[in-house]
C-alpha cells in the first residue's frame, strides 16, 4: 500500500516537471521570435535610411548637373557685384542676369579673380540655373581671339572689314565699340593712330576698345613753305601740302623739320592719349652759307652779284641758305652766271670766266666768221682717278676719261668726285699745241 503511494507521487512530480519544460521552451521559443524580430526590423530600418540618403544624393547630384549645364557666351555690355549685361554672341539675344555672393568669377584657367578684372567689351562664358535666372559662374573663355593694345587698326565700314595686320576680319551690326572708361561709342571713331584691343570669335570682331585716343601734332608760325616735316623716319610731309593736325599714335615721336634758309629743327616729344602738339617756329634761327670763290687762273679781278648786291675779290659772302641767281664779271671775260643752291654751311662757287673774241675772231660785215673761229679740237680729259665729273665752262660734258671739240679759246674746267677735292683748271686751245689729251691727278679728302 505504501509502495503504491509513492509511485503515484513520482508519476505526478515527472508530469509536473515536464509541463515546468514545455512552459519553459515556450517561453524561450517566444522571446527568441520577439529579439530576431527587432533585429529585423532594426536592420529594415537602416537600409530603408541608406536607400533615403542615397536617392537624395543622386537628386542633389542631378540638380547640380541641371544648374550647370546652361552655358552661353557673352560679350560684357556692363558687369557689376550684382549684375552681368551683355548679348549672347551664339543665340544673338540680349543678356540680363543677376550675381550673388556664391558666383564664381574665374579667369581661363579656373582661378578667381575679382569682378573688376572684367571689363566691357570682353567675351565670357556664363553659366546659371534657368528657373531661377541666377548666375552660378563667369569664366573669360579660350574661344575668344585677343589683340592688347595694338595700332594701325583700319575699318572698311562699306564692307564690314577691320584690317589687323594685313588680315581683314568681318564684324557684324551687333560689335561693341568701347571707350576707355566703358562707355559706348560708335565705329567711325576708330582710326590707325588709336591704341585699341580687339576680341573675336571664329574670325568674326565682336568687341573694340579704344585703350588710348589718337594724339596729333600742329605745326605753327611757319616762316616758310618750302621745306618737309619727317616723323618717325617713315612719314614725310611737304611744308606747303600741310593742311591742319597731323594725327600720331600716342607715345614717343622723333620729328625732323627742314625748312629753306633755316637751320634744321629735331625732336624727341611725347604725345599722350588726346593730345594735340603744338611746334612753333616763330623762333626758327636763320641758316647761312658761307660762298667761297673759285675763279679759273689769270683772272686778277672780278665781282660777283647775288640779288642786289654785288661782292669785290676778297670779300666775305654769307647767305641766308636758299636758291639764288649769281652773276660774275672780270674785264676781257664774258659775263658768267648760275643758279645755285645754298644748304650747308660752305659752298664752293666755281666761276669759269671765257675770254672775249678779239676783234680779228669776231664776224665780218658781211656774216661771215673768219677762218678762226672755225679751228676746233678734240682733246680727251682725264683724272687719276678716272670717273670725275667733268665741267667746261659750267657745262657738264661727261666723266673722265671724258673727250670733247672745243673751238679755240680759253676754257674754265672743273673735276669733282666723291671723296676727293674738286680741281679746277684754265685750258687754252690755240691751235699751236698739237696736244690732245690731258691727265690731272686728283687729291683724297
Same mark, same amino acid.
Not at 508530469?15 to 514545455?22: D, P, T, V
Not at 548679348?87 to 579656373?110: A, L, Q
Not at 567689351?121 to 595694338?150: C, F, H, M, N, P
Not at 629753306?260 to 599722350?272: A, C, K, M, R, S
Given at each position: 500500500m505504501r509502495?503504491q503511494? &509513492?509511485?503515484?507521487?513520482?508519476?505526478r512530480?515527472?508530469?509536473?516537471?515536464i509541463?515546468?519544460?514545455i512552459?519553459?521552451s515556450?517561453?524561450g521559443?517566444?522571446?527568441?521570435?520577439?529579439v530576431?524580430?527587432?533585429?529585423i &526590423?532594426?536592420?529594415?530600418?537602416?537600409?530603408?535610411?541608406?536607400?533615403?540618403?542615397q536617392?537624395?544624393?543622386?537628386v542633389?547630384?542631378?540638380?547640380t548637373k541641371v544648374?550647370?549645364?546652361?552655358?552661353?557666351?557673352?560679350?560684357?555690355e556692363?558687369?557689376?557685384? /550684382?549684375?552681368?549685361i551683355?548679348?549672347?554672341?551664339?543665340n #544673338?539675344?540680349e543678356? /540680363?542676369?543677376?550675381?550673388?555672393?556664391g558666383?564664381?568669377?574665374?579667369?581661363?584657367?579656373g582661378?578667381?579673380?575679382?569682378? /573688376?578684372?572684367?571689363?566691357?567689351?570682353?567675351i565670357?562664358?556664363?553659366?546659371?540655373?534657368?528657373?531661377k535666372?541666377?548666375?552660378?559662374?563667369?569664366?573669360?573663355?579660350?574661344r575668344a581671339?585677343?589683340w592688347?593694345?595694338?595700332?594701325?587698326?583700319t575699318?572698311?565700314?562699306?564692307?564690314?572689314q577691320?584690317?589687323?595686320?594685313?588680315?581683314a576680319?568681318e564684324?557684324v551690326?551687333?560689335?561693341?565699340?568701347?571707350?576707355s572708361?566703358?562707355? &559706348?561709342t560708335?565705329?567711325a571713331?576708330v582710326?590707325p593712330?588709336?591704341?585699341v584691343s580687339?576680341?573675336?570669335v571664329?574670325?568674326?570682331?565682336?568687341?573694340?576698345?579704344i585703350?588710348?585716343?589718337?594724339?596729333?601734332?600742329?605745326v605753327?608760325?611757319?616762316?616758310?613753305? #618750302?621745306?618737309s616735316?619727317?616723323?618717325?623716319?617713315s &612719314?614725310?610731309?611737304?611744308?606747303?601740302?600741310?593742311?591742319?593736325?597731323?594725327?600720331?599714335?600716342?607715345?614717343q615721336?622723333?620729328?625732323?623739320?627742314?625748312?629753306?634758309?633755316?637751320?634744321i629743327i629735331?625732336?624727341?616729344?611725347t604725345?599722350?592719349s588726346g593730345?594735340?602738339y603744338e611746334?612753333?617756329?616763330?623762333?626758327?634761327?636763320?641758316?647761312y652759307?658761307?660762298?667761297?670763290p673759285?675763279?679759273n687762273?689769270?683772272?686778277?679781278?672780278y $665781282?660777283?652779284?647775288i640779288?642786289?648786291k654785288?661782292?669785290?675779290?676778297?670779300?666775305?659772302?654769307?647767305?641766308?641758305?636758299g636758291?639764288? #641767281?649769281?652773276?660774275?664779271?672780270?674785264?676781257g671775260?664774258?659775263?658768267?652766271s648760275?643758279?645755285?643752291i645754298c644748304?650747308?654751311? $660752305?659752298?664752293?662757287?666755281?666761276?669759269?670766266?671765257?675770254q672775249?673774241?678779239?676783234?680779228?675772231e669776231?664776224?665780218?660785215a658781211?656774216g661771215?666768221t673768219n677762218t678762226?673761229?672755225?679751228?676746233?679740237?678734240?682733246?680727251?680729259?682725264?683724272?687719276?682717278?678716272?670717273?670725275a665729273k667733268?665741267?667746261?665752262?659750267?657745262?657738264?660734258?661727261?666723266? $673722265?676719261?671724258?673727250?670733247v671739240?672745243?673751238?679755240?679759246g /680759253?676754257?674754265?674746267?672743273i673735276?669733282e668726285?666723291?671723296g676727293?677735292?674738286?680741281?679746277?683748271?684754265?685750258?687754252?686751245?690755240?691751235?699751236?699745241?698739237?696736244?690732245?689729251?690731258?691727265?690731272?691727278?686728283?687729291?683724297?679728302n
Amino acid at each position: 500500500m505504501r509502495s503504491q503511494q &509513492r509511485g503515484e507521487i513520482v508519476k505526478r512530480n515527472n508530469k509536473k516537471f515536464i509541463m515546468n519544460m514545455i512552459i519553459v521552451s515556450v517561453v524561450g521559443l517566444i522571446t527568441l521570435m520577439i529579439v530576431m524580430f527587432m533585429v529585423i &526590423r532594426t536592420y529594415i530600418k537602416d537600409e530603408a535610411k541608406g536607400n533615403s540618403v542615397q536617392v537624395e544624393a543622386q537628386v542633389e547630384e542631378n540638380n547640380t548637373k541641371v544648374e550647370y549645364s546652361s552655358t552661353v557666351l557673352v560679350l560684357v555690355e556692363k558687369i557689376t557685384q /550684382s549684375d552681368i549685361i551683355g548679348f549672347d554672341i551664339e543665340n #544673338k539675344t540680349e543678356v /540680363s542676369r543677376k550675381m550673388s555672393e556664391g558666383t564664381k568669377i574665374n579667369d581661363m584657367y579656373g582661378s578667381v579673380i575679382p569682378a /573688376s578684372q572684367i571689363k566691357p567689351g570682353d567675351i565670357v562664358e556664363v553659366v546659371y540655373q534657368e528657373d531661377k535666372a541666377k548666375v552660378l559662374s563667369i569664366s573669360k573663355t579660350s574661344r575668344a581671339k585677343s589683340w592688347k593694345k595694338i595700332s594701325g587698326v583700319t575699318v572698311d565700314q562699306s564692307n564690314k572689314q577691320i584690317n589687323i595686320g594685313g588680315t581683314a576680319y568681318e564684324y557684324v551690326d551687333d560689335t561693341m565699340i568701347f571707350q576707355s572708361d566703358g562707355n &559706348r561709342t560708335n565705329m567711325a571713331f576708330v582710326t590707325p593712330f588709336d591704341v585699341v584691343s580687339i576680341q573675336s570669335v571664329n574670325n568674326v570682331i565682336w568687341s573694340i576698345t579704344i585703350d588710348e585716343v589718337a594724339g596729333s601734332i600742329v605745326v605753327t608760325d611757319l616762316p616758310t613753305t #618750302k621745306g618737309s616735316l619727317e616723323i618717325d623716319r617713315s &612719314r614725310f610731309f611737304k611744308l606747303d601740302e600741310l593742311k591742319g593736325d597731323i594725327s600720331v599714335i600716342p607715345g614717343q615721336h622723333k620729328i625732323l623739320l627742314q625748312m629753306e634758309g633755316y637751320e634744321i629743327i629735331t625732336e624727341n616729344i611725347t604725345i599722350e592719349s588726346g593730345e594735340s602738339y603744338e611746334i612753333s617756329l616763330k623762333d626758327a634761327k636763320k641758316a647761312y652759307t658761307v660762298i667761297n670763290p673759285l675763279v679759273n687762273s689769270g683772272v686778277t679781278n672780278y $665781282t660777283i652779284k647775288i640779288g642786289d648786291k654785288t661782292y669785290n675779290k676778297g670779300e666775305e659772302i654769307k647767305l641766308q641758305q636758299g636758291t639764288y #641767281k649769281v652773276e660774275a664779271e672780270a674785264d676781257g671775260y664774258e659775263p658768267w652766271s648760275k643758279e645755285i643752291i645754298c644748304d650747308k654751311e $660752305t659752298y664752293n662757287l666755281y666761276v669759269s670766266f671765257i675770254q672775249k673774241p678779239t676783234p680779228s675772231e669776231s664776224p665780218n660785215a658781211t656774216g661771215e666768221t673768219n677762218t678762226v673761229l672755225n679751228n676746233t679740237q678734240t682733246i680727251t680729259l682725264n683724272t687719276n682717278p678716272i670717273g670725275a665729273k667733268v665741267y667746261v665752262n659750267g657745262v657738264f660734258k661727261g666723266e $673722265t676719261p671724258c673727250t670733247v671739240t672745243l673751238i679755240n679759246g /680759253s676754257y674754265g674746267v672743273i673735276f669733282e668726285k666723291t671723296g676727293y677735292s674738286a680741281y679746277s683748271t684754265t685750258l687754252l686751245l690755240d691751235g699751236s699745241n698739237e696736244q690732245t689729251g690731258y691727265l690731272y691727278d686728283l687729291i683724297a679728302n
